[in-house]
């Protein structure tokens, strides 16, 4: 087992390299739509609340248990885990930590790879002349969705993904501080710097003006107009808490292996505040003003609320963006596309450093050999994703990986931390060399609110009921009755609630029912692949805890 | 926009720009320790 020597070059860009792991495609694309969708303005309340209760205290607790382990010169997650406690257990539920990395960087990869062909288009007036149809069937072209096949392969889409992936590659090949750090200096400036351009670009579009039809204010009133009632909905807040957990890159072990990177005696409570408020910042202030204003102001209120989602970033926006001239266009292309090419950057490399690291530290595997390996398992594990985009292998990924997973090891990880390793050690961890005092408040709070608010979370997507009505649900429940689950929950999702037809072959062709379950157990096997490598590893050397 | 619209966003962005700087700000002026791992650890035992 070697020990690494890497490290983070200065304190700023440790932070600004956080805040681009939880800085994701999501900031710009998820809260609008889930703000729009679960009562506008009073979404808000819930989601600060979640984000004080349950993200800045999973925050510090990944950060306390990566700087722990990288006491010990455990740099990935099964190694941290197994430093909490005398269980042997402890390190399989590390597995989490390598196995949500690889499987959400494998389709996040593919659609930061999609930002960065958009940024090409944009800037070559690829869009130019081009009517709001065939810019939504040049997306569908770009996918290879649009002719029915089977098989989704695009060479042009390939060539941009295998372009992605070797920019991230040769970026981790160059370390921590020269690579990642290095990128995230340049990239959240630039990134930040796009997003107030297409803010202010965005909140000044009135009717009459550059082509639109309604005032953009219009949108930002239909985002923050609050709506009280609905602040009883369990709905909402169950929104709340699932857009603050997945918008922190919580629960993934990419927090952790960062940390693992800072000096033992320097301070986290202070950087992760401060990433977690960069993060909320780009989300809430950002993220808010560009789509659903800028949508709005052309396509009217209507037509947004019927179709806010995440392809609409690429199927309606560059359209939009040529009302504004030739320039202007291909700026806003530049500076949208852009900005999410950065976001996804900045996180894919913090799921890459995590494989990375396990392979180094455990598998005494060189820096650049162990990018180039976590490149081509990417790759591989992305050709699903690519080649059958339209047969749903995409979503299980997403689903499993970078939904249930998080859920899962979050609530474990928090467990572990306040109830396992202990919250006298653990407040003690968390405060060492800290730069601010951290209210003694939070203490309870990871004790008790915290794992509370998470289990609340894990059981609600496990046994959400059909169109997330709780209180139908509730009502049902107190006469003895069951509920139906929704297709989305985590029960409705494996007994395939929302898939019609449970056939795997209809006339010799394979359904979508048999590309839904290969996916399942292709990630099973890759769950249980990293789980026997991390008891190889475990079997062939010491780790600190047999040495202590 | 009505102005509950406006309540609520200029209270979240006034919330959010208020951490974001404060803790930002503090991070910047704050020179970082350069104690290495292994005075730590000797200091620690």
């Given at each position: 087992m070697i020990r690494h020597q890497e490290k983070w070059g200065t304190r700023i860009g440790l932070i600004l390299a956080m805040a681009g792991n939880a800085v994701g495609l999501g900031n710009f694309l998820r809260f609008p739509a889930q703000a729009a969708q679960n009562g506008g303005g009073a979404f808000i309340i819930p989601y600060l609340i979640s984000f004080v209760l349950m993200g800045i205290p999973l925050l510090w607790v990944e950060w306390a248990i990566g700087r722990h382990g990288g006491l010990y010169g455990m740099h990935h997650v099964p190694g941290m885990m197994d430093c909490?406690?005398?269980?042997?257990?402890?390190?399989?539920?590390?597995v989490f930590g390598i196995f949500t990395n690889l499987g959400i960087a494998a389709y996040y990869v593919y659609i930061e790879s999609w930002t960065l062909g958009y940024v090409w288009y944009s800037v070559t007036g690829a869009f130019t002349g081009m009517t709001a149809e065939e810019v939504s069937r040049f997306f569908s072209m770009y996918l290879d969705?649009?002719?029915?096949?089977l098989i989704n392969l695009n060479p042009i889409s390939v060539i941009f993904l295998l372009l992605t992936l070797s920019l991230n590659i040769y970026i981790l090949s160059r370390g921590v501080s020269k690579g990642i750090e290095k990128t995230c200096r340049i990239g959240m400036p630039l990134l930040i710097l796009f997003g107030i351009f297409l803010t202010v670009r965005a909140l000044t579009l009135k009717a009459g003006v550059s082509g639109a039809s309604h005032d953009a204010l219009i949108g930002l009133n239909f985002l923050w107009q609050p709506q009280p009632a609905s602040l009883t909905n369990p709905k909402i807040w169950l929104a709340a808490a699932g857009q603050i957990f997945f918008t922190l890159s919580v629960g993934m072990g990419s927090v952790h292996v960062y940390s693992s990177y800072v000096k033992k005696n320097q301070d986290i409570a202070l950087n992760a505040a401060s990433a977690g408020w960069m993060n909320a910042f780009v989300e809430v202030v950002l993220g808010g003003s560009v789509v659903i204003p800028i949508a709005v102001a052309y396509l009217g209120l209507d037509w947004v609320q019927s179709n806010v989602g995440f392809e609409m970033a690429f199927r309606t926006l560059p359209s939009l963006f040529q009302n504004w001239g030739p320039l202007l266009a291909a700026l806003g292309g530049l500076a949208w596309f852009g900005l999410l090419f950065f976001a996804g950057i900045t996180s894919s490399l913090a799921m890459g450093q995590p494989v990375m690291s396990f392979l180094q530290v455990e598998f005494d595997m060189p820096r650049k050999k162990s990018a180039l390996l976590f490149g081509l398992i990417c790759l591989a594990m992305a050709l699903p994703c690519v080649l059958f985009y339209g047969a749903g292998c995409f979503g299980e990924y997403d689903f499993w990986a970078g939904t249930f997973s998080l859920v899962a090891f979050a609530l474990i990880e928090i467990i572990v931390f306040a109830w396992v390793f202990g919250m006298d050690k653990g407040w003690q961890e968390i405060n060492r060399g800290a730069d601010i005092k951290v209210p003694v408040f939070f203490r309870f709070v990871i004790k008790y609110i915290t794992p509370l608010f998470l289990l609340a979370v894990f059981l609600g997507s496990m046994f959400k009921p059909e169109n997330g009505d709780w209180a139908a649900a509730a009502a049902r429940l107190a006469q003895g009755r069951s509920w139906n689950l929704a297709p989305d929950s985590v029960l409705g999702t494996v007994l395939n609630k929302g898939i019609a037809d449970k056939r795997f072959l209809v006339d010799g062709r394979p359904t979508p029912l048999l590309f839904v379950t290969a996916t399942r157990m292709f990630l099973l096997l890759i769950f249980t692949g990293i789980a026997v490598l991390v008891y190889k590893a475990w079997r062939n050397h010491k780790h600190p805890k047999e040495e202590i | 926009m009505t102005w509950s619209a406006w309540l609520t966003l200029a209270l979240t962005w006034s919330v959010v720009l208020y951490f974001v700087i404060r803790f930002f700000l503090k991070a910047l002026k704050t020179p970082v320790r350069e104690e290495t791992d292994m005075e730590f650890l000797r200091k620690d035992a």
């Open positions: 909490m406690g005398k269980s042997r257990a402890l390190k399989y539920a590390g969705t649009g002719s029915g096949g | -």
